[in-house]
Structure formats: structure tokens, C-alpha cells
């Protein structure tokens, strides 16, 4: 890849990577952009002519070359709040570590880090013990997922079409040509929304099962102006879009305070039964997401309507029952 560099491409990544805190050891930069110990002399000497105050430190090829701090800190400067939003920025896609996604992230904070004020350093490095995000059931994107998450990042970029093997829930597998409009995060999961060309019809599509993903290069479509990703969710309870329902539950006194403290649904409402249980009132859509909540709540939980959604809960429950019975 260095091979296609030219010189002035090559200086800008040698800035860079001594512009990291504890510089970079001049053998890296030699074998990275295969320099010799003469070419290498001549970059930093070009760089000092601009001028760069760029520091040698030690002896040989196992010096340490380093941009000046006080350099490096010059123009923007982070608060101690900017630096906490950008931590908290980072922890959340923590599911997709060991793919490009999370390394490009990481290489942009840390070319922030000279941004952040020296008053603030000590608390900057103590970030991952006194703010933590705690996660969920994550999903594994490395290996073949790293590069599915490549093109549609690059997809939605530049407004290509693509084509996808897609594995359903079911195992069965069909391939698709689309458009992509939004990539969302949803409980430690990235999916895709999408215009599947053939249906005419916008979906959406979970990347771990994506087994193969095409990007069409020389071709584009024109992005939708009237897209709204949250209008395609408007009645979803979670990420699967669907008609809506008129849905009312009734939860026991025990749960009722779990419940009021939390919005489940924009258009839910809530109010009290005469027996003391909460009533919860919401237009949504009736999907596998929103039974598996419904069910884990148990005996704590009855849905008043709509009559199919209380025939398919009861009869999960029956089922769920049986293998324990002895």
C-alpha cells in the first residue's frame, strides 16, 4: 500500500503517527513506508523546514521521533465534558471490536489526545475505570462480518446499490440487490435499512447475517430526500417495523414502578385500574420483539388486548408450562 504513496502522502502519515503520545519509533516508520536511514533524515528535515518541531530521542533505528506537545496542542483544545461525550461515544460500539469500524474510531480519538488539556490528562487516562458502559448480549462482526460492514459503510457513502446473500432467521438464504439508506445500532447489533429493488419495498436486515455483501462501484442510486429513518420505525417496539396494534397491558403493583419509570413506546399511556394493576395503552406493531417482552414478565403481566396477541401469549405460556410438568 505504501508503494502508491507519493511524498507529500507519506509526510502527512509520518505527522501523524509522531503526533501520537510517545511518538513512534523511527524503524516503523522505515519499514512502514520503506524508507532507508537517509530518505528517513530527508523527511524530517523537510518537516522541520515548515516548520515542525519534530524531536529525535534515543540512538539508531530505535529512536523515538516525536512532535513537540506544545505543538501539538495548538488550535483546538478539548473540555474535560468533550472528552467524557467522546468516551462514552466509543464505549457504546464496543461490540464491534476487532473489526475497522472500531480500529478507525480508535485512531480518531487518539488523534485527539493532544487536544485534551494537560489539567485534564490524569482524568482522561482514568476514564475506563470511572465511566463504564455496561453491555448487552453482543454480536460477533470479526472475520468475513468486518468487510460486510466495510462496503455498507462505503455503500451509504457514496450512494451505491448492492448485492447480498442474505441468510434469513429461517436458514433459508436469498440474495438481494439494494439500496441502502441507514445503518442502525440496536442492543449491541448493527442493521441495515434498505430499498429491496425488487419488492420496491424498504426493509430491514441484520449484518451478521449478511454472508456476502457486493458493492456496485460504478454505479449509484439517487438517495431518497423524503427518507426518514425513525418514521420507518414510528410503530416498532424495538428494530422490526410493522401494522400497528392497539395493545393494552396490565401489570401487577410489584412491577408497576419498573414499568412507569421507562418509555417503551412513544405513543404509550399509562394509567390505573380500578384492582390496583397499570394499565399500559400503546399503537405498535405486534412483532416477535414485543412478545418475547411481554412473556418475560411472567405471571407479573396479562395482555387485555387485542384478542390474538392474548390466544398467542396464553398459548405460549401453556407450552412453556408443559415441559414442566412431571
Known amino acids: 500500500m505504501t508503494q502508491t504513496l507519493n511524498k507529500s502522502q507519506k509526510m502527512v502519515k509520518i505527522l501523524q503517527l509522531a503526533s501520537r503520545k510517545g511518538g513512534v519509533r523511527a524503524v516503523e516508520v ?3 513506508f520503506e ?5 528517513l533524515r530527508r523527511y524530517l528535515a523537510d518537516l522541520r523546514d515548515l516548520p515542525v518541531p519534530v524531536h529525535d530521542q534515543g540512538r539508531g533505528d530505535e529512536r523515538v521521533i516525536e512532535i513537540d506537545p506544545s505543538w501539538r496542542r495548538t488550535g483546538v483544545q478539548l473540555t474535560l465534558t468533550e472528552v467524557l461525550s467522546l468516551h462514552f461515544g466509543r464505549t457504546l460500539f464496543n461490540f464491534l471490536e476487532g473489526t475497522s469500524f472500531a480500529g478507525d474510531m ?10 485534551i488539556s ?8 482514568q476514564l475506563d475505570k470511572k465511566f463504564i458502559a455496561i453491555s448487552e448480549h453482543a454480536k460477533d462482526y470479526r472475520g468475513d462480518r468486518s468487510d460486510v460492514i466495510d462496503e455498507v459503510i462505503s455503500a451509504l457513502v457514496y ?4 448485492t447480498v446473500r442474505y441468510r434469513k432467521a429461517s436458514g433459508v ?11 442502525a445500532t440496536f442492543r449491541q447489533g448493527l442493521y441495515i435499512f434498505a430499498l429491496d429493488t425488487e419488492a420496491n419495498l424498504v426493509k430491514t ?7 456476502e455483501m457486493v458493492r456496485q462501484r460504478g454505479h449509484t442510486f439517487a438517495y431518497p430526500t423524503h427518507w426518514e429513518p425513525r418514521a420507518h420505525l414510528a410503530h416498532a417496539f424495538g428494530i422490526i417495523d410493522g401494522p400497528p396494534e392497539d395493545v393494552v397491558l396490565a401489570f401487577s403493583e410489584q412491577v408497576a414502578g419498573y414499568i412507569r419509570e421507562r418509555s417503551w413506546h412513544p405513543t404509550q399511556q399509562l394509567s390505573t385500574l380500578p384492582d390496583g394493576r397499570l394499565r399500559l395503552r400503546m399503537s405498535v406493531a405486534v412483532t416477535v420483539e414485543l412478545r418475547t417482552w411481554i412473556l418475560g414478565h411472567g405471571a ?4 387485555l388486548s387485542p384478542s390474538s396477541l392474548v390466544d398467542r401469549i396464553r398459548d405460549e405460556l401453556a407450552a412453556a408450562a408443559k415441559r414442566y410438568q412431571t
Open 30 to 32: 522505515m519499514e512502514r
Open 35 to 39: 524508507l532507508d536511514k537517509r530518505a
Open 106 to 115: 480508535d485512531d480518531a480519538i487518539e488523534r485527539l489526545e493532544p487536544a
Open 118 to 125: 494537560r489539567a485534564d490528562a490524569l482524568v482522561a487516562r
Open 159 to 162: 450512494n451505491n446499490p448492492v
Open 173 to 183: 438464504t436469498k440474495t438481494y440487490r439494494l439500496h441502502p439508506f441507514s445503518l
Open 205 to 211: 436486515f441484520a449484518v451478521e447475517r449478511c454472508i
Open 300 to 303: 407479573d403481566v396479562e395482555v
